[in-house]
């Protein structure tokens, strides 16, 4: 069966064309203009292809609750172009087909649980550390939605006793994704992630703030697993560093055998950066 | 329809008789000792009584995990002679009835979403606030169990800049237990809870520890409402507090209709403390 899969980001939108099994035949990637440039665009593309229904992983926020007058628009966003864009519509008029819709972070998480490395539990979560900080979480074997899909991007931290950084973030300055996203590493150093490679205090903190958030992420959700995901995570020296502060907070105090071995619980994700298209597939296949 | 209900706390048991409708027509408090005291007389009371099923909300740590081998145990709980007791099959055994088996905050959650102040939502939390402090999560219609139930009440947050008590929780010091229990009030100011209610700056501390923990579950779980339970929670005057300060720390990011609305949204408890044992009756009936 073909499977149209749409991952649209702030900065460019990815689509592709697979199959049930994660299999991506091909895929293009064009800038996020305005919705009515780049809608039209990624309509012609779709068309070209026999799909039986198309997965959308986007950024947001985005409402995904189907009983209400809103679903499936971007809402509230700061990019205001596509503030109130209906995406779900659109693509249901063009396409006809059925459409999968769920966040960017929940596509990526999809994906890991479907062929990566959370295949086969029925609950994990999946962190993007990147521009900015997204969790998404699978539970009791389905992609968890509450009242808004979770934001858990934005909890609040301690703050490091030796870190002065005022923060990043528009809403909250020290939330998660205030102190340790790809851009507050950067405003913090005043150098760009990739350049501070070799900077061990760097990875120190940013695996401080990363450790913390996860054992709060842990004592809330309880997954099976954790997978980090994002550019920023491709610096993987924090993977030991991030476990073993985890280790520490926790203090003991949760006895498992899933923490027993932090090594199989703390992961990276492990499609190569196609997580969130090929959830968008698995969002696609869910559809119908 | 008649069932059984018990609540096992650290301190003291409760033991109901009641049907499906959260009527309960009688109870007993027994006090905790050894499992071979206690466990004989709880066994002694419900044979009593034609209940078709027995509902059981238990302190922990527990195994809710029914593919484990210790599914239905107390298992690491530091009042040892509890430690690695099989309550389910012990009931199972004597009463020969199916068995409802989760946390105690749990049973209240569920006691709450069933007939109390999160009835009709199919998403909700409830926060216990006494001795300990435990949150029981609702999600897509069902209790949430990952890895081991979550232990949201230990939860890391950022100290208040003007407190610096060490925190009474043995395994995080400063955890939202170790500093907002009633223990860690007692502690903190010398006198016990109750004797404070005319200290505001008691409270207002107390709300800002509630509220952080209030925006992390709110940014993690996107839960439909916030029920507060709990012997410290009979300070009505926090929830204006807590409501106050869990709007200040949002900052404005989520917006939700939910949200719009703090008095409808972070609400006390409906029933009169009878939530966890109402619970346990739910529990009891979901069993058969
Ligand atoms: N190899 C890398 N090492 C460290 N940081 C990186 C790396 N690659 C990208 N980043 C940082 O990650 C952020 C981009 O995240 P990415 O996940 O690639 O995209 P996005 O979050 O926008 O989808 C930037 O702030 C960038 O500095
Ligand atoms: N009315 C009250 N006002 C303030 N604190 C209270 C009140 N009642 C009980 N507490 C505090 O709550 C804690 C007991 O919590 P409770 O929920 O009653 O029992 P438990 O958590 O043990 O089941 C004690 O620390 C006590 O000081
Ligand atoms: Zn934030
Ligand atoms: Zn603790």
Redesign the interface.
């Known amino acids: 069966m073909l499977f149209g899969a749409l991952e649209a980001g702030g900065t460019k939108i990815v689509c592709a064309i697979g199959n049930e099994n994660g299999e991506i035949f091909e895929q293009i990637s064009i800038p996020t203009e305005t919705p009515e440039i780049t809608l039209t665009k990624i309509a012609a593309y779709f068309k070209k292809h026999p799909i039986e229904a198309l997965g959308i992983g986007s950024f947001g926020?985005i409402d995904l609750d189907k009983t209400s007058p809103t679903y499936g628009f971007i809402?509230?966003t700061p990019k205001l172009a596509w503030a109130n864009c209906n995406l779900v519509e659109y693509f249901k008029k063009e396409l006809c087909c059925p459409i999968g819709f769920d966040t960017d972070v929940n596509a990526s998480a999809l994906g890991e649980v479907t062929w990566g490395s959370a295949k086969g539990l029925n609950?994990s979560i999946y962190i993007t550390v990147g521009t900015g900080i997204g969790?998404g979480?699978y539970?009791?074997g389905?992609l968890?939605?509450?009242?808004?899909?979770?934001?858990?991007?934005?909890?609040?931290?301690?703050?490091h006793p030796e870190d002065s950084y005022k923060g990043k973030c528009p809403?909250?300055g020290t939330c998660l994704e205030g102190l340790a996203s790809g851009p507050a590493i950067e405003d913090r150093w005043g150098q760009k992630a990739i350049n501070l490679v070799s900077e061990m205090k760097v990875w120190q903190l940013e695996a401080y703030y990363l450790a913390?958030a996860i054992?709060?992420?842990?004592?809330?959700?309880?997954?099976?697993r954790i997978i980090l995901g994002g550019g920023v995570m491709h610096q993987t020296q924090l993977f030991p560093l991030i476990r073993k502060q985890v280790k520490e907070?926790?203090?003991?105090?949760?006895?498992?055998k899933?923490?027993d071995d932090l090594d199989t619980y703390i992961v990276p994700a492990g499609l190569n950066d196609n997580q969130g298209i090929m959830g968008c597939l698995e969002l696609a296949r869910l559809s119908i």
Chains 1, 2 share one sequence.
């Open positions: 926020p809402t509230t609950s969790v979480v539970q009791n389905s968890a939605h509450g009242m808004l899909h979770p934001e858990a991007g934005h909890i609040l931290l301690a703050k809403y909250h913390q054992v709060n992420y842990i004592l809330i959700l309880s997954p099976k907070l926790l203090g003991g105090y949760i006895q498992t899933e923490l």
